[in-house]
């Protein structure tokens, strides 16, 4: 594992992004700059992940389709793509929480049938972006909040390993902190990585997460 927090929590994230495209038949490039598709993403995912500071933009652009619609994960927020027609669609804070920090919550369930992670992408919104592929990988934990009729009404997913990636976190509860506090309760013993924009840090930071670093979106 990279010692830099930031670099940890990039690596771990293109890794989920490389999962998710693989899962479309995309396959994807990954070497000490950035990782990469040739071929434009499936919807919220970018065409590229940058793995360290300073690279260069022109070689990093070269390595995707470039047209309209590409994206970049910025995430040393150190690049400047405003040249070559991007803009700034958002910033965002990598965040981490470490595994000593005592867990409060009611854990979430295991999504493990193609059926249930339908029912799952279904409540998330996702729809075809999640396919049942993505329960094969070991690596790979779709967790569930089934309300007393077994309803999805919040979950996330968790990527990798030391340290493992949250992302894709929903919730239908009026509670911003319960499906943050279920996270560090089903995980409690595991360092988590991850990255969230200003209106959601809050929550984040109340169950345990601390800030890492900038990072930034660029969309063309």
Known sequence: MPNDVREAAAHNNAQWCDVVCASHGLVGRIDAEAWSVPRRSPPWYPDAVTLRPGVDPEALLARIDAGAGASVKDSFADLDLAAYGFRVLFDAQWIHRPPTEPPTGVPLDRVTTARGLAEWASAHGGGELFRPALLADPGIRVL??????GAVVGGAVVSGDDPSGVS???STSDDPDEIWLAISATLPDVPLVGYESA??????????FHPAGLLRIWLR
């Not at 569930?144 to 009729?149: C, P, Y």
């Not at 959601?200 to 169950?207: T, Y």
């Open 168 to 170: 894709n976190l929903f």
């Open 199 to 208: 209106p959601d840090l809050p929550p984040a930071r109340r169950a345990g």
């Open 144 to 149: 569930a909040r089934h309300d007393g009729r």
